[in-house]
């Protein structure tokens, strides 16, 4: 299933009591006095997904203020196959940019348990909204078609619904084929007919990555504010590290709920940042900016994998 999110977090930032004492408790995986738990700058907020061993916290980041989720993976309950099959996946994500992925932020590994600091989609999952809602007229499914076009597993065997069209039915049979080298293309899936009812003259394109953005001064002239250096800053996004300097300076970049300008109001206070020697996150990031310009077949709504689907 997917979401129907956008993904975008609150701009309301805490208090500035709240950033200092969270500044205290960076690096720490633990509960402040008087606090709710603390996952290095991030103040767990509940639990919003749960699998078999791993869970996913909705979690606010202390210093920006930008909501996030947290996959905590308890690496003694897995064998080494799964720990191989999990790194890989945090390699996979680490070289993902794309608006309808989940953008990890930062890594955070201790000796029994590893922490993916992750893009929190707020919008709800398509299954909830199908539950709520029943099913979408064409329309609407549409627009959510046009930008997942992805592969499930595929059995060869479907039940077509009465009620769809001959042309919706005709593009399911094209790419609901076994044999990959008989599949259409995602290519000719963007040229098809029915995808296009209703967008004529808005070609679809694959989606170009956009280049990466770490030189954005005013970004980091907001971390030097929050007590970063600027060689550290320069260190971290350099060497494209997924730690506590660059998720700081992604989580910046993310826009606001009214799609305002990179983040959140009074985040030039000095010296929120207690100095520590310890790092927690792992490698490396790239910039979330994206071509507005550019029509994709990730348009509209973002972000549709669900963060229940990372905690198999």
Not at 87 to 102: D, Q, S, T
Not at 163 to 192: G, H, W
Not at 224 to 237: Q, S
Request: glycine share 8%; hydrophobic share 30%.
């Amino acid at each position: 299933h997917g979401t129907l999110g956008s993904g975008r977090s609150s701009d309301k930032g805490p208090s500035w009591s709240s950033r200092s004492l969270g500044a205290r408790c960076r690096n720490s995986i633990a509960s402040c006095p008087e606090e709710q738990p603390h996952v290095g700058n991030y103040r767990l907020l509940r639990t919003i997904g749960k699998g078999n061993f791993a869970k996913v916290k909705l979690a606010r980041h202390i210093l920006t203020g930008r909501e996030v989720a947290i996959k905590i993976i308890d690496k003694t309950q897995l064998n080494p196959s799964s720990l191989q099959k999990l790194f890989r996946e945090v390699r996979i994500m680490k070289g993902l940019n794309h608006p309808n992925i989940v953008k990890l932020f930062e890594v955070i590994e201790t000796e029994k348990t590893l922490y993916l600091v992750m893009e929190y989609a707020s919008a709800g999952e398509v299954f909830d909204y199908l539950v709520s809602h029943g099913r979408m007229k064409e329309k609407e499914a549409r627009a959510k078609f046009r930008q997942e076009l992805r592969e499930r597993v595929l059995r060869g065997k479907y039940r077509v619904p009465f009620y769809m069209s001959t042309d919706c039915e005709s593009i399911l049979r094209r790419f609901l084929v076994l044999n990959p080298a008989k599949r259409c293309t995602l290519e000719q899936i963007m040229k098809d007919k029915w995808i296009n009812i209703g967008y004529e003259g808005e070609e679809l394109k694959p989606y170009t990555e956009p280049e990466e953005d770490f030189g954005d001064t005013k970004r980091i002239e907001v971390m030097v504010g929050m007590g970063y250096t600027r060689e550290e800053i320069k260190e971290a996004l350099t060497n494209q590290k997924y730690n506590e300097v660059t998720a700081t300076y992604l989580l910046l970049g993310r826009k606001t709920e009214e799609g305002g300008d990179r983040g959140a109001p009074g985040l030039a206070l000095a010296r929120v940042r207690a100095p520590s020697d310890t790092t927690n996150g792992t490698s490396s990031s790239k910039s979330s900016s994206h071509n507005k310009g550019q029509r994709t077949s990730s348009s509209t709504y973002h972000r549709q994998r669900r963060h229940s689907d990372f905690c198999e």
